[in-house]
T-cell receptor, first 112, second 114 residues
Framework: GENVGLHLPTLSVQEGDNSIINCAYSNSASDYFIWYKQESGKGPQFIIDIRSNMDKRQGQRVTVLLNKTVKHLSLQIAATQPGDSAVYFCAENRPNFNKFYFGSGTKLNVKP | GAVVSQHPSRVICKSGTSVKIECRSLDFQATTMFWYRQFPKQSLMLMATSNEGSKATYEQGVEKDKFLINHASLTLSTLTVTSAHPEDSSFYIC??????????FGQGTRLTVV
């Protein structure tokens, strides 16, 4: 499969601060994107999704931004909490393929 | 979100034996199910995609005779690791989606081959 998000950074933030996690995708044909949260030893948990006809979507404490021009996706978490500590993955889906390919992930470490 | 249940969560088997992992969508009918493999501290690698009633589509480099996938109904898919060897030890995760919606994941299965 293709790589989405070739970097695996670790982001450390202080509790209460906002977090921004980034993802670069490689296929310009991708039209549907999802952010997942994965805690150790568990399966990924759906956070928020966005389709390519939008550039921003908000959920509870989370916002996803999509920049198709530079093939970039970001996840913003407001007022980060210790329970937000996990690895975050973006996944892309291409039309007519209906497959989800995952990026390399970002580990979020929230310091109390 | 929708609930996907995967069983077993952990399995230890002897080298040369086969192991079956089940993936069920509990509260929705999954038109597509996906199987992933994940090594420690790495991302999820898509192994195959299956649609109910049809043969699975395997990703390049994934041995279809090694990893048998059956998607017998809209709520059940199984992955059988045949003639398992220690290098097959990994975390296997399934996910299910409906009509090009988001994919929801099971809890994962930790396979250890001894």
């Amino acid at each position: 499969g293709e790589n989405v998000g070739l970097h695996l950074p670790t982001l450390s933030v202080q509790e209460g601060d906002n977090s921004i996690i980034n993802c670069a995708y490689s296929n310009s044909a991708s039209d549907y994107f999802i952010w997942y949260k994965q805690e150790s030893g568990k399966g990924p948990q759906f956070i928020i999704d966005i389709r390519s006809n939008m550039d921003k979507r908000q959920g509870q404490r989370v916002t996803v931004l999509l920049n198709k021009t530079v093939k970039h996706l970001s996840l913003q978490i407001a007022a980060t909490q210790p329970g937000d500590s996990a690895v975050y993955f973006c996944a892309e889906n291409r039309p007519n393929f209906n497959k989800f390919y995952f990026g390399s992930g970002t580990k979020l470490n929230v310091k109390p | 979100g929708a609930v996907v249940s995967q069983h077993p969560s952990r399995v230890i088997c002897k080298s040369g034996t086969s192991v079956k992992i089940e993936c069920r969508s509990l509260d929705f009918q999954a038109t597509t199910m996906f199987w992933y493999r994940q090594f420690p501290k790495q991302s999820l690698m898509l192994m195959a995609t299956s649609n109910e009633g049809s043969k699975a589509t395997y990703e390049q480099g994934v041995e279809k005779d090694k990893f048998l996938i059956n998607h017998a109904s809209l709520t059940l898919s199984t992955l059988t690791v045949t003639s398992a060897h220690p290098e097959d030890s990994s975390f296997y995760i399934c996910s299910a989606s409906y009509s090009q919606g988001p994919a929801f994941f099971g809890q994962g299965t930790r396979l250890t081959v001894v």
